[in-house]
């Protein structure tokens, strides 16, 4: 995705800001799916995601760390939603792109990248 974007942008110069829209949601799209999560909302001021009750692409554990690590040492508000969601609070002084690749750049440390 990020070399469509370089590639896009050397042909044809500045992207318009739809375009770079999509590219951010397409980035967060990607990360979604390893996630597992079924439902995403995104609104100006936050995220919603919705999991199937029983994915196991997050622990309970390093989930209940990150939520700590989020709302605590970064102040990113974040809580959970029963029965299987989350709400995650964007940076809504920041333009959408950048909104969205902070969220996704966040929640990829929700992957168990020790797995193989």
Known sequence: LHDV???????FGPL???LNNFLAVLGLKRLLGKLQAIK???FNEKLRLVWNETATAVEP???VNWLGTMGGARGV???LLPPAGLEYGLDSSLPIPDRLRAAAQNLSELLDNTKA
């Open 5 to 11: 974007e370089l590639e896009l942008r050397d042909l």
């Open 16 to 18: 318009p800001d739809e």
């Open 40 to 42: 995403a909302d995104i």
């Open 61 to 63: 554990s390093r989930l």
């Open 77 to 79: 508000p974040v809580r």
